[in-house]
């Protein structure tokens, strides 16, 4: 059975949907915290770059700085529903925003512990 020919209106879609995810990019980066993830991700990369590690380093590096921001993007978006839909303050909403914010942290506890497996040895030879 043949496939029914794509409509340019489903292209146009996904040239939106693209658009509102950079959209929400730009709601993400104006959170502090992801600022700081993304700093500190520059920081790693720019430390990989001059310690010059392997493709599989990069490859274990660029996952876990993406587990991390991806985790915040998450955080971000429960909070911001959380917010909408209890606007005054109730314990099960507080669970929800804090349950959130732990999976951030436990992201970046678990990239850091990757950041130090990978370029600590390369720091402590370096230092030492």
């Known amino acids: 059975m043949k496939r029914p020919a794509r409509s340019s209106g489903r292209a ?3 040239v939106a949907s693209f658009g509102h995810a950079l959209r929400g990019l730009g709601v ?3 959170q502090p915290n992801a600022r700081i993830h993304v700093a500190v991700a520059l920081g790693v990369t720019t430390l990989g770059l001059a310690l010059r590690v392997s493709a599989l380093e990069w490859c274990t590096l660029a996952l ?3 587990l991390v921001l991806g985790a915040e993007a998450l955080n971000t978006a429960i909070e911001l529903v959380v917010d909408m839909a209890q606007p005054e ?7 929800a925003k804090d349950v959130a914010a ?3 942290l436990v992201c970046s506890l678990g990239a850091a512990v990757v950041g130090l497996w990978v370029l600590g040895p ?4 370096l230092l030492g």
């Not at 303050?89 to 669970?95: I, S, T, V, Y």
């Not at 390369?122 to 030879?125: A, E, I, P, R, V």
Request: net charge positive.
């Open 12 to 14: 146009v879609s996904r």
């Open 89 to 95: 303050w109730h314990a099960l909403a507080r669970d």
């Open 28 to 30: 993400l980066l104006r």
């Open 64 to 66: 876990a700085m993406a």
């Open 122 to 125: 390369k720091l402590w030879t």
């Open 102 to 104: 732990a999976a951030v």
